[in-house]
Nanobody, 122 residues
Framework: VPLVESGGGLVQAGASLRLSCAASDRTFSNIAMGWFRQAPGKEREFVAAVSGTGVSTNYAVSARNRFTISRDNAKNTAYLEMTDLKPEDTAVYYC????????????????WGQGTQVTVSS
């Protein structure tokens, strides 16, 4: 399931961004999706995940109340709506698909996008 992220950019603190993750395979609608991020010199960390139906979601503590994960299976696309962005949110954001275990563990995902850079200035 090839994944392509978009929507990253350079914004000021307090701004909002919406990241998109487009899948080219219709089986996308049957599998869970996740968003991760990796800042320079740091390990990749879990941000949020959504079930195949979109009903169930999980968030990292850092994302709770500011980020919203969603999906539109008719468009084969998952989204990460980010509000009140902070400089510490600066990272490359990756979407991933088809976890074979705990959704917050990057090692469990079979498919990854190439990433999109998000930079938040203070």
């Amino acid at each position: 399931v090839p994944l392509v992220e978009s929507g990253g950019g350079l914004v000021q603190a307090g701004a909002s961004l919406r990241l998109s993750c487009a899948a080219s395979d219709r089986t996308f609608s049957n599998i869970a999706m996740g968003w991760f991020r990796q800042a320079p010199g740091k390990e990749r960390e879990f941000v949020a995940a959504v079930s195949g139906t979109g009903v169930s979601t999980n968030y990292a503590v850092s994302a709770r109340n500011r980020f919203t994960i969603s999906r539109d299976n008719a468009k084969n696309t998952a989204y990460l709506e980010m509000t009140d962005l902070k400089p510490e949110d600066t990272a490359v954001y990756y979407c991933a698909a088809d976890p074979r275990g705990r959704v917050y563990d990057a090692d469990n995902y079979l498919y990854w996008g190439q990433g999109t850079q998000v930079t938040v200035s203070s």
